[in-house]
């Protein structure tokens, strides 16, 4: 089984079930089973309160119209710890949803990120996390696989999951290789051949998770990087699917 475990849905507050529709027509083609969705229906890197409730309500109702196929998680600000706690306890701990999401906003190394990150533990869910590092800097509240490697030492007994392989996957792969509560989703970016063996050679084929990032970017694109990779199937099994349902719970 085939899972992405790193989707968008761009689309008006009120087309949910459209977004939906546009979707899963090219995971069909693909054979994704499942995809799993953040975010909301627009990027907003410094949401207020009430922005990460109703991004977090739209990932709900994306589920809902498709429940055999989606699954969601709560959009958590460090900003706004409070109201991420709520949504938390609303959509995992008596919901649907099965992780949390964040996204730029704070560094994940700011202590504020703590509550979310304890949170998440104890429901036993994962946290993906944003991580780039830009030749141009990164944006303000941007995280680096350094800042997560400090959210996750303090945090042993949380799951992570290092979106994107820290941007310049290279170095973001070996940063968090002894941190085994961190996994690495291989999305976004181009599609480079070695980025996949890289994951697998560095943390382990049970650590590495297919995701492409759609749909900013292609599902097919980023399915080649594990499709075409050099690795055995037993591991590249692993990375298409049963790492997530593993990390995630499905």
């Given at each position: 089984m085939i899972v992405d475990c790193h989707i968008?849905?761009?689309g008006e507050p009120d087309a949910v079930a459209a977004s939906v529709e546009r979707l899963l027509p090219y995971a069909d083609r693909l054979d994704i089973a499942k995809l799993i969705v953040s975010l909301g229906h627009a990027l907003c890197p410094k949401p207020?309160?009430?922005r990460i409730a109703t991004d977090t309500e739209y990932v709900v109702r994306a589920v809902e119209c498709a429940p055999d196929r989606l699954e969601g998680l709560v959009y958590a600000s460090p900003n706004h710890v409070d109201?991420?706690?709520?949504?938390m306890e609303r959509h995992i701990a008596s919901g649907p949803l099965k992780g949390v999401k964040l996204w730029i906003c704070r560094k994940c190394s700011d202590p504020a990120c703590d509550?979310?990150?304890a949170y998440a533990g104890e429901l036993g869910v994962p946290i993906l996390v944003h991580t780039w590092m830009k030749s141009?800097?990164?944006s303000p509240g941007e995280s680096t696989s350094y800042d997560l490697l400090e959210l996750a030492t303090r945090h042993p007994q949380t799951a992570f999951v290092m979106a994107h392989s820290g941007g310049d996957w290279e170095r973001g792969?070996?940063?968090?290789a002894d941190q085994t509560n961190i996994c690495a989703d291989i999305c976004g970016g181009d599609p480079e051949a070695g980025q996949t063996e890289y994951g697998v050679q560095w943390l382990g084929a049970e650590r590495v998770l297919y995701g492409s990032d759609a749909t900013g970017r292609s599902l097919a694109s980023q399915l080649?990087?594990?499709i075409g990779a050099s690795?055995?199937?037993e591991d590249r099994r692993l990375v298409l699917g049963e790492n997530a349902v593993r990390v995630f719970g499905l």
């Open positions: 968008h849905l761009y207020d309160a009430a109201m991420s706690l709520k949504l509550p979310i990150a141009t800097g990164n792969l070996r940063t968090v080649g990087k594990v690795i055995s199937d």
